[in-house]
């Protein structure tokens, strides 16, 4: 005997010609749907073989993720969480692990399940950019800290090269005039980008790195190599944009160990607002935060306007970052902090 196949609101939608959406509203009795086209949904349903329309009352969500439990994905699955739990929406996670094969797979697993929509969660490959996804023609599908290479797709991402400028605007504003930088790999997105708005915002007062950018990894090790370098070299140096939390920290620790002050003699900021690593330093690293949950929220709005069938933002939308500032970048007591020469 042949199973029954499941009927989603999916199928009730393109049999009445509305949304996903429309129907999930109809047939859950929430939100406004004009009674000419309720009757035409339940309709539809019924003409499927829904005895009771509870099979198609609820709209469920993939999401495709390169690693769920990572400090920048799980702050994104929780503004997700909270939108998607507003409207009445479930969805299902899939760790892709970076794996293009196994990314396939739990698409095609979603299909056959399917599912209303599909997020797309990127980040950690050192890309911002990304192909969308195959074979998934008839479905809404967000991507989220990434952007796809199909401009028509809908993208959410963090502004990273407005944070880094933000970051160096920061340090300008309490009177640092001498700053160098520390990034991960020269090849990577981030690191190009932030060494580009650096740059850029330095320019904009009339400034320029006093050192070439020092380009390593993303960890403390690198941090305190490079920020050991950057003394030795012999420049003068009285701020250091980092380009994480965890390079902050260990070029923090380097400059302590020389007996160099921070803030007092040169000013430190970071970049993600990781509270282990702000909190935990001495002093408290200033940060920018990438508004990670507004991420999730904003691609979650827009796949249940999706849904909807409503009108969608094609291309990337860029989420604004924040300046948190803490005690490592406090205003210098000498305006005109001393050349290091150690």
């Known amino acids: 005997?042949?199973?029954?196949?499941?009927?989603?609101?999916?199928?009730?939608?393109?049999?009445?010609g509305v949304s996903p959406g429309t129907v999930s509203k109809a047939l859950s009795g929430k939100g406004s749907v004009h009674p000419d086209t309720r009757e035409r949904i339940v309709e539809a349903a019924r003409g499927l073989g829904l005895h009771s329309l509870e099979t198609a009352r609820d709209l469920t969500v993939g999401l495709v993720t390169r690693d769920p439990f990572d400090r920048r994905t799980s702050p994104v699955l929780l503004g997700v969480l909270e939108t998607f739990t507003e409207h009445d929406i479930a969805f299902l996670v899939c760790d892709g692990r970076g794996d293009a094969i196994r990314e396939q797979h739990f698409v095609e697993s979603l299909k056959r399940r399917r599912v209303d929509g599909i997020l797309v969660a990127g980040g950690g490959?050192?890309?911002?950019?990304?192909?969308?996804?195959?074979?998934?023609?008839?479905?809404?599908?967000?991507?989220?800290?990434?952007?796809?290479?199909?401009?028509?797709?809908?993208?959410?991402?963090?502004?990273?090269?407005?944070?880094?400028?933000?970051?160096?605007?920061?340090?300008?504003s309490t009177g640092r005039r001498r700053i160098a930088c520390i990034f991960g790999p020269r090849r990577e997105d981030a690191a190009k980008l932030k060494t580009s708005a650096t740059r850029k915002a330095l320019?904009?007062?009339?400034?320029k790195l006093v050192a070439e950018p020092f380009y390593g990894d993303w960890s403390e090790q690198w941090g305190r190599q490079a920020a050991l370098q950057l003394i030795h070299s012999g420049v003068s140096v009285d701020g250091i944009v980092c380009g994480n939390d965890v390079?902050?920290?260990g070029a923090t620790s380097a400059l302590q160990a020389l007996d160099i002050a921070v803030p007092e003699e040169i000013g430190v900021i970071g970049f993600d607002n990781w509270k282990v690593m702000v909190e935990g330093n001495r002093p408290r690293l200033s940060t920018i935060d990438l508004?990670?949950?507004?991420?999730?929220?904003?691609?979650?709005?827009?796949?249940?306007?999706?849904?909807?069938?409503?009108?969608?933002?094609?291309?990337?939308?860029?989420?604004?970052?924040?300046?948190?500032?803490?005690?490592?970048?406090?205003?210098?007591?000498?305006?005109?902090?001393?050349?290091?020469?150690?």
């Open 291 to 342: 508004s990670l949950s507004e991420v999730g929220r904003a691609a979650a709005a827009q796949m249940v306007r999706a849904l909807r069938g409503e009108e969608v933002k094609k291309g990337p939308i860029i989420i604004e970052c924040q300046l948190v500032p803490h005690e490592s970048t406090a205003l210098p007591s000498d305006p005109a902090p001393r050349p290091l020469n150690r």
């Open 1 to 16: 005997m042949t199973e029954k196949k499941r009927v989603t609101a999916r199928d009730v939608a393109a049999v009445a």
């Open 125 to 172: 490959s050192g890309s911002f950019s990304r192909p969308p996804l195959r074979g998934v023609e008839g479905i809404p599908v967000v991507y989220m800290m990434t952007s796809s290479t199909d401009p028509d797709d809908v993208s959410v991402i963090p502004d990273n090269q407005g944070g880094a400028e933000l970051a160096v605007r920061h340090l300008v």
């Open 247 to 249: 390079i902050a920290r």
């Open 203 to 207: 320019a904009e007062n009339g400034l």
